[in-house]
Each structure stands twice: as C-alpha cells, then as structure tokens.
C-alpha cells in the first residue's frame, strides 16, 4: 500500500471559520509534511514531522497549526484564514527525511477562503 | 538562497523525445529529484540522482552533473498521458526538498 489519503478533498470556510485537514498513510513512513500549492506554482514546503515531532516550520502564518498525534496521522488546523490562503494542500511521507527518500503525496484538499 | 531553473514550458510531438532542464544554486547539495504532477493530481516521484551521471528508468531517465549544477530529465516515446508538470527538486540536506518552478510539458498528437 503506497497511499496517502486526505480528507476533505474540497474545502470551503469564511475568515471566522475553524477547520481541519487530515492526511493518513500506512506504508510505516516516519516523515510526514504539509505543503501549499497554487496554480501553475510549485509545492512550497509548510512544515515537516519527523518521528512525530515538528522538525521544520518555514515561518508559517499561526492561523495554521499542524498536529501529529501518532505515526500515521498528521492534521492541519485552520482558524482566521485569508482569501490569499486558497490553495491546494498537499501531505506527503517519506521513510525518512533524507531527500533520496521518495516522498508520497496525497491527492489534496482543494481550500477556498471566502 | 536557493534557486532552481527550469524552463517553463516546452511542446513536443507523440513519439518524440524531449530534454527537461533544470540548473540549481543551493547552499548544500546531496542529490537532485524529479516529480512529475498531472493537472489536478498529486506529484508523484520519477527519480534521484546523487551521482553524476544517466539514472535509466523505462522511457524516463535522469542526468546529473554536481560540476556544472545541471541535471535533466529525458523522456523518450512520448504518450499524450506524459502531459504534465515536471518539477526538479534538490535534497539540500535540510531535511526537505526544494522544488523547482517546474516545466509543463505539452504533447500534441
């Protein structure tokens, strides 16, 4: 099984709304990470879980808080976003946090902010 | 800081073959990815050079040189589904990849 699974995969919430996003996989991968993808754009790198613990954050807004509450689960928390942060958010795992190490991306949950 | 180019689109004909290029400044250096992402999918991994030279897989294959900070990807026999966004990634030893603006590769029949 090399899937990652994310939910919901369409999102639409106000600036005052709470929400969460949640991405499970089960290949044992202790490397987890939360990107941002707009149109026509790149990933661009939000935070890295490495054995269940916060090992980057790339100065992210804290209207977004990320959670891993075991080795296969990794969540991000929404609250007070911003028109601007409509976007494709992707999860990915990898066995490790070596670059040579295949990351595995979830399909995403599309956001629109209102 | 960190750069990566890549050109950002390029068109090619069923059965051809085409070159994806990509040159990088990074502070560290171990290896260079490749991923390729359909329009509304996930990216999904191609391959990984850490070494100089041709890394051969099926139609698809990577090159590396660390002396001149240049890799490419070749894909051969071109099949309209390779339609897509490519994008080189650099392992800078930061644990995390930094992806390039990517390259959309249009096939025509």
């Known amino acids: 099984d090399t899937e990652v699974t994310q939910t919901p995969k369409h999102l639409v919430m106000g600036m005052t709304n709470k929400k969460s996003l949640k991405c499970e996989q089960h290949?044992?991968?202790?490397?987890m990470y939360w990107y941002k993808q707009k149109a026509k754009k790149p990933p661009e790198l939000m935070f890295v879980y490495s054995y269940e613990k916060l090992s980057i954050n790339e100065s992210v807004p804290s209207r977004f808080s990320p959670e891993c509450p075991n080795s296969s689960l990794l969540n991000l928390h929404l609250h007070a976003l911003q028109p601007e942060d409509s976007a494709l958010y992707l999860c990915?795992?990898?066995?490790?946090?070596?670059?040579?190490?295949?990351?595995?991306f979830g399909p995403g949950t599309r956001l629109l902010v209102l | 800081g960190q750069s990566l180019e890549q050109p950002s689109e390029v068109t090619a004909v069923e059965g051809a073959i085409v070159q994806i290029n990509c040159t990088y400044q990074t502070s560290g250096f171990y290896g260079l990815s490749w991923y390729q992402q359909h329009d509304g999918g996930a990216p999904t991994f191609l391959s990984y050079?850490?070494?100089?030279g041709l890394e051969e897989t099926g139609r698809f294959s990577s090159f590396l040189s660390r002396s001149d900070s240049y890799g490419y990807l070749l894909l051969q026999e071109l099949q309209m589904k390779d339609s897509a966004s490519y994008f080189c990634a650099v392992d800078t030893g930061r644990r995390a990849l930094t992806f390039g603006s990517g390259t959309r590769l249009q096939v025509q029949p």
């Open positions: 290949m044992g991968h202790r490397a």
């Open positions: 990915a795992s990898s066995h490790g946090t070596s670059g040579r190490k295949t990351q595995y």
């Open positions: 050079n850490a070494l100089d």
